[in-house]
């Protein structure tokens, strides 16, 4: 960091510290809700009923413009998908029950929620300060777990089964909850109010599901004052909170901004309003030019993460286009490369790699997707640019429809089919993608390689230790894979073990991470990786990437890695070259880590085999030199908290360096 910019990051904690310690000081249970006269204050002396007709009229603005024409949204949602409504009144009865669905799998929370519990191990948050309740709390227990039910995304499901059935039920449980949070988490107090972040995303959804239920008429003036009231004092906190820093804001801060946007848009007759809308979009289109690559990358570099900003940009663009505040050219164009990578990442199958960290997060889920399923965005691309390149289905996702209502499904159908993705490298992130089409080689074939940095400048804090590390999908299934995230505070050893250079397709040298950790820094490495790109060439012919990494320079003899992957597209197989250059002998590890539901063997010439139902790998050591082969255990993680059991093969070898061991993976259809 500059020198001003270390003086401003000294004086954001400082005044930070002291303003926590004025808050605990002061803070009572009950003295942070927002009183009958606070609200009326703030409103500028309008009734509660004024601002309750005008939402339940539905009368601009709302968060989307499928929520704007909600009628005509319910139509086209119920005429395209018809198993909708059947789908959204079984996933609302479960929520009448208490059955909430976190991370893919579906908690019984008994007859009274407890908001501040972890329902996995049954481990409870206290009901302190907020700058007094730990993150960590003890073995096994996440708050992670706890703040995904907080951010009450299950409420827009009622909202959504409440649009396409008219059930009231849903509303009347939507009010009920929504009065026993609030009943239960005072402002300021409690694990959901340690961050402005999950503030934010609640309130989010707060408004969603507003949106969605004003038509009922149990949406009286009493429950919108709640509702009010609610938001103002998120909007409060927010606004008291923002989780900027100087070194590397990311994607907390671009919550808290959205949130306090939202709010202020929703609710433009709370007097802080005007300010909050100026100030977070300013500060938001500041954070494109920042955490956006030149290439649409977000410079987390982790694809969950970059999924989950792409949505905060693309809701802003949205909102604030229909409020008349036109962001500049600039954000519109990084904001459709941001799209575009998603359109090169995205296997064959829809489905995202798993490069760097994902806890799953989404801003509002007006829909339940498989958490590496990401193909929707596509639809939301093709629509908010009128691009056919986006369109990569003839069926428009429902999560369009709620985005862009049936004006929306009118412009998906009038652009025509785009062409498929294609090989594509993002210099800036260094992630390169590699395809064959199915006509080249009977495919399609697939390969991402991860050759950036920590990111964040360097900084890190989704990264993991795979430099140079790819994917491969063939034959409609993923065999090559990173291993997902499964844990963040819950265990430090999982959390360490899933990010580890032995948990990705790389190679680890003298038992050493590439990249290394410190005890108790679950979200940093203790030194920045900046691989270097030698070469990318694409042809029709082949794709070759040339890279290396120097993470190994500090051993005591150092040692170089550098790795060309070629894809041969007439033939359909890559060539992996390993090349280590450097001094004295070394242990050298090559992992290939496989997906769930996967048979591996291996054959007396070392030979693996790796097969499913459909389709074979094959993984072939090309070199003369002994190879040591053998099976170990693994776990895959296709969603946060949830690890599957997979294999891996690891060859190894001690040698002197210079030293060149050369992979081809050949995967082909099996023969039933």
């Not at 708050?143 to 995304?153: A, C, G, S, Y």
């Amino acid at each position: 960091m500059t020198v001003s910019e270390l003086a401003g990051e000294a004086f954001l904690r400082s005044s930070r510290i002291i303003s926590k310690r004025l808050s605990r000081a002061t803070d009572g249970l009950q003295t942070g809700y927002i009183s009958d006269e606070t609200l009326r204050r703030s409103l500028g002396g309008r009734r509660v009923a004024e601002v309750a007709s005008r939402i339940r009229e539905g009368r601009k603005p709302q968060l989307t413009r499928g929520l704007e024409e909600l009628a005509s949204t319910v139509a086209a949602v119920k005429e395209v998908f018809p198993d909708s409504i059947e789908e959204s009144r079984l996933e609302a009865e479960a929520i009448l029950s208490h059955r909430i669905n976190l991370f893919g799998g579906v908690y019984e929370l008994g007859p009274k929620i407890d908001w501040h519990r972890d329902p996995r191990v049954d481990v409870r948050w206290p009901l302190e300060h907020y700058s007094q309740v730990p993150i960590v709390l003890r073995r096994g227990a996440d708050i992670r777990v706890v703040w995904e039910l907080n951010r009450l995304q299950h409420f827009v499901a009622l909202g959504r089964a409440y649009a396409l059935t008219g059930d009231e039920r849903y509303t009347e449980e939507f009010l009920l909850q929504l009065a026993s949070w609030n009943d239960s988490n005072p402002p300021r107090f409690g694990p959901n109010w340690i961050v402005a972040m999950e503030v934010a995303i609640r309130a989010m959804n707060i408004i969603a599901a507003l949106e969605l239920f004003r038509g009922s008429p149990h949406m009286t003036d009493e429950a919108i004052d709640l509702i009010l009231k609610m938001l103002l004092a998120h909007g409060r906190f927010i606004r008291a909170n923002l989780e900027f820093n100087y070194r590397s804001p990311g994607n907390h801060y671009l919550s808290d901004l959205i949130g306090l946007f939202a709010i202020a848009i929703i609710v433009p007759e709370f007097s802080e309003s005007r300010r909050w809308a100026d100030e977070s979009a300013r500060w938001i289109v500041e954070e494109m030019d920042r955490q956006v690559l030149g290439d649409g990358v977000d410079y987390e570099g982790a694809i969950g993460y970059h999924r989950y900003v792409l949505e905060i940009f693309a809701l802003f663009f949205l909102m604030s286009r229909a409020a008349g505040l036109e962001p500049p050219n600039r954000y519109r164009e990084r904001l459709e490369a941001m799209f575009d990578f998603v359109r090169h990442y995205l296997k064959p199958d829809g489905t995202a790699p798993m490069i760097g960290d994902s806890d799953d997060g989404r801003l509002i889920k007006f829909k339940l997707w498989p958490a590496d399923d990401q193909s929707y965005l596509m639809s939301i691309a093709a629509v908010l640019f009128e691009s056919e390149k986006f369109k990569q289905s003839n069926q428009i996702d429902e999560e369009a429809i709620w985005w862009f209502g049936s004006e929306g499904r009118t412009a998906f159908e009038r652009l025509a089919q785009g062409g498929q993705p294609t090989s594509q490298a993002f210099p800036e992130a260094q992630i390169f993608v590699q395809r064959a089409t199915k006509s080249d080689s009977g495919g399609p074939l697939y390969a991402i390689i991860d050759c950036g940095d920590h990111g964040a400048r360097g900084h890190g804090s989704h990264a993991h230790s795979d430099a140079l590390s790819l994917e491969v999908f063939a034959f409609n299934r993923t065999f090559l894979r990173d291993p997902g995230t499964f844990a963040y505070t819950a265990s430090e050893e999982l959390r360490n073990l899933f990010r580890s250079t032995a948990y990705h397709n790389t190679v680890r040298v003298d038992g050493e991470e590439i990249s290394q950790t410190t005890e108790g820094e679950l979200f940093m490495f203790s030194s920045n990786v900046q691989p270097r790109v030698n070469s990318w060439e694409s042809t029709r012919e082949r794709d070759v990437l040339d890279a290396e990494h120097y993470a190994y320079r500090r051993l005591a003899q150092p040692v170089t890695h550098r790795r060309i992957i070629t894809l041969n597209k007439a033939e359909g197989y890559w060539t992996i070259e390993d090349i280590f250059t450097g001094e004295g002998h070394h242990q050298f590890e090559f992992f290939f880590n496989f997906d769930a539901g996967l048979e591996v063997t291996l054959d007396d010439r070392n030979c693996a085999t790796v097969r499913d139902a459909g389709a074979t790998l094959s993984i072939v050591p090309v070199s003369d030199l002994k190879l040591e082969a053998r099976i170990e255990e693994r776990w895959v993680s296709p969603a946060y908290g949830i690890r599957l059991s997979s294999s891996a093969i690891i060859y190894g070898l001690v040698v002197e360096v210079p030293l060149m061991v050369i992979f081809q993976l050949r995967p082909s259809e099996r023969n039933v």
